[in-house]
């Protein structure tokens, strides 16, 4: 192999998170203090490190079900709204055609999200109930990404993403309360999917400008953050039990 070929798998495996201008930026002027391509590069990595870590992020919370063979403790109305949520923004993004490292973990998050649904109801009410559940949900994704619905109608249905964001956490925390334990919750989960949301706000700032995919953002993180701070309340509650005892 060539130094020109070494050059030419370099540029294209930099053009992943860098755009044309700011791989001349900083490759060929030797600018590496420009602040716009330093803005977007951060973003596009970002982005880019979301994705990969999406892959994974709700594992442990399936294979915590998987093995408890339960999922007491999660609500099945917040695994249904994160649903709802989650493949209403990712067919808004994807049919505005945003760059996919804006976007593209809700589509690992979804399949994941399905996984637990179906995972609840099939330890805790039927097999029956699980599949009915499967099959409604991939026709439900199948319309909306198809582009049968308008795209005025997603972005209200976005808009609608906020609220239905919002009742499903409330719902899970009301049940933590209720319980007084966060039960089969996973904290990695939770705090993977924290981080995710903050850094989330920064990248749909910076690749999309839409007012409500940044609204959508903030609040899942501000929801998320509810989320963790009952895991660790309820962990050093159950820490002191344990003690006592």
């Not at 892959?55 to 007491?72: D, E, G, H, R």
């Not at 609220?163 to 009301?174: C, D, E, K, N, T």
């Not at 904290?187 to 989330?200: H, K, Q, Y």
């Not at 501000?222 to 820490?239: C, D, G």
Request: proline content about 2%; hydrophobic content about 50%; glycine content about 6%.
């Amino acid at each position: 192999m060539n130094s020109s070929d070494t050059t030419n798998i370099f540029k294209q495996l930099a053009l992943l998170v860098l755009s044309p201008h700011c791989f001349d930026t900083y490759f060929i002027d030797f600018n590496f203090l420009d602040r716009p391509c330093f803005a977007a590069t951060l973003s596009k990595g970002l982005g880019i490190g979301i994705i990969l870590g999406s892959i994974f992020v709700k594992f442990p919370q399936i294979l915590k079900i998987y093995n408890a063979k339960t999922a007491k403790g999660i609500s099945l109305a917040t695994v249904i709204l994160d649903l709802i949520v989650i493949t209403i923004y990712a067919a808004y993004n994807f049919l505005k055609q945003f760059p996919i490292s804006a976007w593209g973990d809700t589509a690992f998050l979804a399949i994941q999200t399905v996984a637990i649904g179906f995972l609840l109801l099939y330890y805790d009410v039927s097999t029956s109930k699980a599949i009915i559940f499967l099959i409604n949900y991939l026709v439900f994704s199948g319309v909306l990404i198809s582009g049968l619905v308008p795209i005025d109608i997603l972005w209200t249905l976005q808009g609608i993403n906020i609220p239905l964001l919002l009742a499903g956490r409330v719902i899970q925390v009301h049940s933590n309360y209720k319980n007084q334990s966060t039960g089969q919750l996973s904290a990695i989960t939770c705090a993977l999917l924290f981080a995710g949301s903050l850094a989330r706000i920064f990248t749909s700032i910076q690749e999309t400008g839409d007012t409500m995919i940044i609204l959508t953002n903030v609040f899942s993180f501000l929801a998320n953050l509810v989320i963790v701070i009952q895991i660790l309340y309820y962990w050093k509650s159950e820490e002191k039990t344990k003690k006592v005892d």
